[in-house]
Structures are given as C-alpha cells and as structure tokens.
C-alpha cells in the first residue's frame, strides 16, 4: 500500500506547502533561533551511502529530558505527538522541519504496523511468494520432478530471514531513536494518558519510570488501528489458537519448522476474511506451497467493482485456492485427536478442516485507555475519532491522524494526514486534511487499484446518461501479451460524458498501483480523460494503454464535429 518512504512524503508535502505560503506575503519564515537552531537545511534527502539517505542537519539543539512527575515538573514542547506510526512519524518529522520542538510518544515499536505487521512484511512476502510460484512453475514445466519438500523448507526459510531483514533495514533507516534523535525529534517510551487538553501523562511499566508533558501549541493523536476481536463474532475461537496479520509473520514460518514431519504441500491454511488483507495472504500463502481456503462473508474486496471481484476469484481458483463466498463463519472447534480445527459455515452443512487458521476480518482504531472521555474528545459513528476536514477533534489544538480516525486505513493516507495535522497546528491557515477520493491498492498478483467512484456509484450519484466508461482487456494490452499476464486483467476509467473529467478508475494489471496514480494525478490536475491522449507514453508500457483509451475518447469527440471540420478544411484552413 506505501510506495515511498515516510521520509520521501514529508519532502513532497512540505515542498507543495512552502510554495503556497511563500505567495502570502504576511508569512515570513524567521531564521532559525541561536536558543533553538536545530534544523534542515535541505528539504531533500541527500545520499550519505549507496544504500541509505539521510537527512542533512545543521546544528543540533540540546535534546528534552522529560522529568518524573513525582518532581512535580514537566517538559513542554510546540507539538506532542501520540503513536509512532505511519501518521505519527510524518507529523513528528514535518515539525522538526520547521525547527518546532516536538516529542513522539510510542509505547511499543517504532514504526506501527507498516513496518512491523503490514506494507513491509506483507510486500515481502508477496514478492518472496510469486518468485517461489514461477520457479516451481518452470521446475514443474522444463524439469525432471516437482521441487522436494526439502527445497521448500529451504526457500521458506530464506523468505522469512528476507522479511526480517527488510523490516530491519527500513526501521534503522527511518524510524529508529538514532534516527529520530537526528532529526532532533524526542522520543517518549510509554503509554500517553490526556490530563487535559494541553498536558499528557506518559507511563512506562517496563522502568517504573512516568513523565508529564505539556504542548504549547497543540497535540496529534495517531494511534493506528489494530485487528478487530475475531472472538465476538466466531463461536469456539478463544479455545482455539488463531493467526492475525499481526503474528502470521512468525507463526506461519514457526509451524513450519517445528512440524518437520508434515510436507509443506499437505499443510492447509483457512484464512476468514475476503478483504485486501486477506487476499493477499491467501495468495502468499498458496504460492509459497500450502493448501488454502478463503472464506469471504461478501464477494472477494467488495469495495471494488464486481468485476474486478469475479476475476480476481477466478484467479485464485486457477491457482489452487478453494474460495468461498457469501458465507460466514458460525464456529470452530479443535480436535483433541489430531489438532485439526474444523469451521462451520452458517448455511452450509459443509464444515472445512485446516491445520491452522488466519483470521483478517478488519481493524478497529486504536483509542482506548488514552483519556480521551478526560477532556471530552468525541468519537465517530466507525468508532474512531471524530475530526473535522482540517484533522481537529471536538477539543481545540487536539488533532487526530490516521487509523485512528475510523477513515479508510491506507499507510499513505495515513502519512498525509499526519503531516497535515503537524502544518495545522504549526503554521498559519489551514488545509483540508479529510479527502472524499484515495487512491489505493491491494498486492494481489495482478494487482488492483482503484480510485473514486465505481459505475454503479457514478451512476447513482450523475444518472446513467452522465456517466461513460471506457474499458479496455488486458488481452488488448501489447506489454501484457508480450509477458503472458493477459489472462486476466481489465482497465476500467469512469468519466464524466459532457466534460470528460474523470471520476474513477479500477485496473487489475501488473503495476496498477503505478498506472491508477496516474489517473489520480490526472483528476487532481483537472485533466479531461480525452487530454490525456496528448500526453506521450513510451511503448510497449502498460501505461501507454492509458493514452490509447484516451484516444479513443478522443476521436469520437472529434467525428461529432467532422461537419464543421470538412467545412473549415474546403475553406482552406
């Protein structure tokens, strides 16, 4: 779901906001103070090796020792930031841009779920998994016998010292305490409890240790979201051991390793959730070798256009994965004999038999025991918390970015948002922090990426006769024939029929988070879908296929004025 870095988005975001404050002439930028004169002198990373950027520093301030509070004393910083995730960090580190003092209060691992438990993991694995799929293809196609199950223990254990590896690798570079101390950004180990609207509590249990810190302008809660409790809705689950994104990166590979007499192969995954999360596990994890089945309540990603949802389905069934949809989980139970779980569905009379399974059935905003009822914050119908368009809560100078918000939980939206909350608190005027349109992207192979409205949605909003579609197969795409991914696949762009602005798009391709953005850099831009057909691409790209269908759109706008084009052409024009 995140492409660049937390690091690279501040730069973007911070570039976009200094070219529209420098036009307004009553904001002047000071130069840093003598007392406080920790900055950036650059807005952009500079390369310090070949494998790791950093941020440029010019002097460094005298780091804030936050006091006990049986000192009865406390450290006051311009911004304190709650959770050190995607939304987090960014909001952290737009702040010591502007040479704000700030200080990130964590109470776990730096980095939140998408380091962790998400986009890092996840991406790795899936990268891990179509590479272990095409090499079994071809062993299987040009070679004398299927791969053992030795070899695959052995790729196994590659792939998960690979995501370890690059969990690690992105932590040290971007979200590590060295790093933030860089970035003269304080960091803060412990749980963040609101005293009132400008201080907060911070405990840690593991040192008995406790500190108060006041904000002198404001403070930005972002504290992620977590997975849902599986428990109140599946029967018999709290007597049987579960996985969650959170804890499937150890223990898929862990299950593995200590039953050594069970092939891979016979090794069958029921994962519960047909969502981006549990799709992507359920390919990963079928790819890599093991039996899969996929119960989805509704149809596989049901935000999605229903085709994208057919196709997608019938993808995973080429690929061995039992999928089952329109069907809920009733209960499960563990067998005392072999260890087996059994899942009952509740209208079906079929019960499905698994060694292990994985529940992704969604995530709640993480907003419990931060004393949120002590100042009055109110929450929002999605249980999180509530905000205006500009990311404050019901209490002044209290913001809240990401996850937390109950919005959509995408790390880049999340990352947006964060830097947005830090620029409202820090800097003069305000800019929209709450966006009705977000690009997003499930990892599935092919992926499939969508923006805005869907037809059906467009239809509903516009009427039918206002409402366009252009579409195009990827069997029509020549980058997809060329590499046999034309199988499936499908561009798909909704547009406006009088004004060919566009509205919405879903692709399932190869690269369709890289071609919707794109189409969302388009529609922000103002761009007609037909304008788009002047915009050169480079051939044979999947994104030339973009310009062929604007194209299209384009000619046919031009044949409704080929009378008026004949006349002026006899004219000698």
């Known amino acids: 779901m995140f492409a660049m870095s937390r690091r690279d988005l501040v730069s973007i975001y911070i570039a976009c906001w200094l070219s529209v404050i420098s036009r307004v002439d009553a904001f002047v930028v000071s130069p840093p103070s003598s007392a406080n004169n920790c900055v950036t002198s650059s807005l952009h990373p500079s390369t310090k ?23 009865s004393a406390s450290t006051t910083y311009d911004l304190i930031v709650i959770g050190g995730g995607s939304a987090g960090l960014t909001a952290a580190k737009f702040a010591a841009t502007f040479d ?23 991406k790795t694995l899936l990268s891990a998994a179509k590479r272990a799929y095409t090499w079994q293809q071809m062993n299987e196609q040009y070679g004398d016998s299927k791969i053992d199950d030795t070899a695959l223990r052995k790729m196994l254990q590659g792939v998960k010292k690979d995501i370890d590896e690059k969990r690690n690798r992105i932590y040290e570079e971007d979200d590590s305490p060295k790093v933030l101390e ?13 005293r009132d609207e400008k201080t907060i509590d911070v405990s840690n249990e593991s040192d008995d240790t406790s500190y108060q810190l006041v904000a002198k302008h404001g403070i930005v809660i972002a504290t992620g979201a977590s997975p849902r409790n599986p428990k109140l809705d599946i029967k018999g689950l709290d007597t049987v051991p579960y996985w969650t994104y959170e804890n499937v990166w150890n223990e898929f590979f862990s299950s593995i390793e200590q039953n050594s007499k069970q092939k891979v192969s016979s090794k069958r995954i029921v ?3 047909g969502g981006p999360i549990g799709c992507e596990l359920s390919q990963a994890i079928s790819k890599l070798g093991c039996s899969v089945t996929l119960i ?4 596989l990603l049901p935000t999605e256009e229903v085709e994208a949802s057919t196709e997608l389905q019938e993808v995973f069934e080429e690929e061995g994965i039992q999928v089952i ?41 993480n907003i419990q025991n931060l004393g949120l009822g002590n100042i009055g914050v109110q929450i929002n119908s999605n249980n999180g918390i509530r905000v205006d368009d500009n990311l404050q809560t019901s209490i002044k100078g209290v913001f809240a970015a990401g996850d937390c918000t109950g919005d959509r939980q995408f790390t880049h939206y999340a990352g947006y948002q964060g830097a947005i909350a830090a620029r409202n608190i820090l800097l003069p005027l305000k800019d929209r922090g709450v966006l009705s349109q977000v690009p997003a992207t499930t990892f599935t192979d092919p992926e499939i990426a969508s923006f805005g409205l869907t037809e059906e949605a467009a239809k509903q909003q516009l009427g039918e006769d ?21 199988t499936h696949g499908f561009i798909k762009i909704v547009y406006h029929t009088k004004t060919k602005q566009i509205l919405g798009a879903t692709i399932m391709s190869p690269a369709a988070g890289e071609l919707i953005s794109e189409l969302s850099v388009a529609k922000d831009a103002k761009l007609s879908f037909d304008k788009m057909s002047t915009v050169m691409h480079s051939y044979p790209s999947y994104g030339i ?7 299209d759109v384009y000619y046919d706008k031009l044949k409704k004025s080929k009378l008026v084009y004949d006349i002026l052409k006899r004219a000698g024009l």
């Open 100 to 122: 704000k003092s700030v200080c990130l209060v964590e109470s776990n691992k730096v980095g939140g779920d998408c380091t962790w438990s998400g986009c890092v993991p996840s």
């Open 296 to 299: 989805s309540s509704n149809r």
């Open 49 to 71: 090796t070949s494998h790791m950027k950093v941020w440029k520093r010019c002097t460094r301030r005298k780091k804030n020792k936050p006091v006990s509070l049986k000192a």
């Open 182 to 194: 860089s970035l003269c950004i304080d960091l803060a180990q412990g749980k963040a409890t609101f």
């Open 545 to 551: 296929a973009l310009q062929q269908m604007a194209a």
């Open 271 to 273: 994962i519960v959730g």
């Open 466 to 486: 206002l409402v366009s579609i252009s579409h195009r197969s990827l069997s029509k795409v020549d980058r997809a024939v060329c590499e046999g991914t034309d």
């Open 325 to 365: 949809c329109d069907q809920r989980v009733e209960s499960v139970s563990k067998s005392d004999d072999d260890g087996l779980i059994s899942v009952a569905l509740t209208d079906s009379e079929d019960t499905i038999v698994g060694d292990h399974i994985l529940v992704a059935t969604g995530r709640v905003p």
